[in-house]
Nanobody, 125 residues
Framework: VQLQASGGGLVQTGDSLRLSCAAS????????MGWFRQAPGKERDFVAT????????HYSDSVKGRFTISRDHAKNTLYLQMNSLKPEDTAVYYC???????????????????WGQGTQVTVSS
């Protein structure tokens, strides 16, 4: 199983980025998918999650209204559209897969079966 996150970069406050997470080696449609992030010196935080069928979403309060999680089953890819970026959004962003037999939403790292390698997002002020 491989989750390949990409799309990070260095942007300015107010800019947008779209992260992608390409999944392989698993039945993508049978997994809830999530995004987490970890800033330097801080614990990993939940960002957003999307149910296996794509109809239900859940966001952290810090990103609600600015970020949108989505998935493309034809491409086995998860996305995170990030708008109105702020310096406090700076972190390494990780995608993760959680089997649909587990409860939704999963807002902690526990219960996620697979993790991607992370992509760095840096927002300058």
């Amino acid at each position: 199983v491989q989750l390949q996150a990409s799309g990070g970069g260095l942007v300015q406050t107010g800019d947008s980025l779209r992260l992608s997470c390409a999944a392989s080696g698993l039945a993508f449609i049978t997994y809830h998918m999530g995004w987490f992030r970890q800033a330097p010196g801080k614990e990993r935080d939940f960002v957003a999650t999307l149910s296996w069928y794509g109809a239900s979403t859940h966001y952290s309060d810090s990103v609600k209204g600015r970020f949108t999680i989505s998935r493309d089953h034809a491409k086995n890819t998860l996305y995170l559209q990030m708008n109105s970026l702020k310096p406090e959004d700076t972190a390494v962003y990780y995608c993760a897969a959680r089997h649909r037999s587990r409860t939704f939403p999963g807002v902690t790292g526990e219960g996620y079966d697979y993790w991607g390698q992370g992509t760095q997002v840096t927002v300058s002020s």
